[in-house]
């Protein structure tokens, strides 16, 4: 490791002695190095953000996040099941979003109650219909399938 306050006193007391060809050789290095730590500080700066950003979304917004995300999962990937099954649950019909939740469950992302009631419930809260053709009913129909 280089010791820089000792370099930098080492260099003042030799700066008389340099070459005018040195002395702008070493000026130039020194904006090199404090341009290269401006880049470095900037790109940390960057990757804490894009760590953070996925989840403080979620955060931001108040969403709770869907409740049935199996425990082994981290964060990132919580927040993306989570945005899955709301888009699952808005774009497709009772059958497609069952045979779905069986896939995400197979695949230990997700765990399925083993009341239907609690799952048709947090499925109308992340934005299922329940009119029409989205009853509890149709529901418990096609859960366990």
Known sequence: MIDYPLAKQYLYRIFDKLTNDQRIALYYYNVQMNQL???MDELARRKALKTHAKADVAVQQDEEMFKHVHPSLDDEAAWQIHNEVKRLVKRQGIQEICQYLHKLASEDKI???NMPSVA?????RMGMPDGEGFTLKTFMKYYRK
């Open 37 to 39: 730590h401006q880049d």
């Open 111 to 113: 765990f399925l109650p």
């Open 120 to 124: 048709y419930a947090e499925l109308v």
